[in-house]
């Protein structure tokens, strides 16, 4: 079996999964927090629920970054880390110890998950920390040897600038959304205000978005731009659902709020 043709098939097939996920998510809803609406037959804690199902992604990172072999097989070419390969690996991992372990521990509370979510978010992350491990060190690693950062200063000076503002504003708006019930005003919902909720229903999921596009232009990897893409269509048709929601419950919603990005959707 060859390694990389299998890797460059599963690459294509989530290149063009981004929208089917996008269109059968606008459709379907994603079934957990406000956009439970009808108790699922099994689920899961939680908290352990949502720390099992992102924690996947920054441990399979980890192995296809460093290990020599992945899906059964020897990688094509010896495992070939480098600085640069590093950074984009630490930067992954902080994004996931955030929505992991962090995001959790801050949460005053979280409904049951189903499980069948959960069960999709571990194939989805995992496949997805693969990708990207492997590219960094497997399929292309020639890409990152030598003093990359320096070779393009101006994209990577850039992406991660937008990985840091995307990531500072997601945890910056889930805070927002977690004062809201912490605060004992409101024993459900309440419409949340501040920073971009000023524009947009779903500010934490537009800032994810701008982390992983940062994260793409940055490294110049075809794994992480396909991640992000991906993301993008789950967390934008989720946040359509949510909008909705939202303009439903509350009559007195402001109307020229827009679902995740100002002015346009």
């Given at each position: 079996?060859?390694?990389?043709?299998?890797?460059?098939?599963i690459?294509?097939?989530f290149q063009?999964?981004?929208?089917?996920?996008?269109?059968?998510?606008?459709?379907?809803?994603?079934?957990?927090?406000?956009?439970?609406?009808e108790?699922?037959?099994?689920?899961?804690?939680g908290?352990?629920?949502w720390?099992?199902?992102?924690?996947?992604?920054p441990?399979?990172?980890i192995?296809?970054?460093?290990s020599?072999?992945?899906?059964?097989?020897f990688?094509?070419?010896?495992?070939?880390?480098?600085?640069a390969?590093?950074?984009?690996?630490?930067?992954w991992?902080?994004?996931?110890?955030?929505?992991?372990?962090?995001?959790?521990?801050?949460?005053?509370?979280?409904?049951?998950?189903?499980?069948?979510t959960?069960?999709?978010?571990?194939?989805?992350?995992?496949i997805?920390?693969?990708?990207?491990?492997?590219?960094?060190?497997?399929v292309?690693?020639?890409?990152y040897l030598?003093?990359?950062?320096?070779?393009?200063?101006?994209?990577?000076l850039?992406?991660?600038?937008?990985?840091?503002?995307?990531m500072y504003?997601?945890?910056?708006h889930d805070?927002?959304?977690m004062?809201?019930?912490?605060?004992g005003?409101?024993?459900?919902?309440?419409?949340?205000?501040?920073?971009?909720f000023r524009?947009v229903?779903?500010?934490?999921?537009?800032?994810?978005?701008?982390?992983?596009?940062?994260?793409?232009?940055?490294?110049?990897s075809?794994?992480?731009?396909?991640?992000?893409?991906n993301?993008?269509?789950?967390?934008?048709?989720?946040?359509?659902?949510?909008?909705?929601?939202?303009?439903?419950?509350?009559?007195?919603?402001p109307?020229?709020?827009?679902?995740?990005?100002?002015y346009?959707?």
């Amino acid at each position: 079996m060859d390694e990389l043709d299998v890797y460059g098939k599963i690459l294509f097939f989530f290149q063009v999964s981004a929208i089917v996920i996008f269109v059968g998510t606008l459709l379907a809803g994603s079934p957990y927090g406000s956009q439970i609406k009808e108790p699922p037959k099994y689920t899961v804690h939680g908290k352990w629920g949502w720390f099992v199902m992102e924690i996947v992604s920054p441990v399979v990172l980890i192995a296809a970054y460093l290990s020599p072999t992945m899906l059964g097989v020897f990688a094509p070419q010896p495992v070939q880390t480098s600085a640069a390969g590093n950074l984009f690996v630490l930067l992954w991992v902080m994004h996931y110890v955030n929505r992991a372990i962090v995001y959790p521990l801050r949460a005053p509370s979280r409904k049951p998950l189903p499980l069948d979510t959960v069960v999709q978010a571990v194939i989805f992350n995992s496949i997805n920390g693969y990708l990207a491990g492997r590219h960094f060190s497997v399929v292309h690693p020639e890409q990152y040897l030598g003093n990359y950062l320096m070779g393009h200063p101006v994209r990577c000076l850039a992406g991660l600038g937008l990985f840091a503002a995307g990531m500072y504003g997601n945890i910056y708006h889930d805070g927002v959304l977690m004062e809201l019930r912490r605060s004992g005003k409101t024993t459900g919902y309440a419409v949340p205000t501040g920073g971009l909720f000023r524009w947009v229903s779903c500010p934490h999921y537009l800032s994810e978005a701008v982390e992983w596009l940062g994260l793409a232009l940055a490294s110049g990897s075809p794994a992480v731009l396909t991640f992000a893409l991906n993301t993008m269509a789950n967390l934008f048709a989720r946040a359509v659902h949510v909008h909705r929601w939202y303009q439903g419950r509350f009559e007195d919603y402001p109307r020229n709020r827009k679902a995740v990005i100002p002015y346009l959707l």
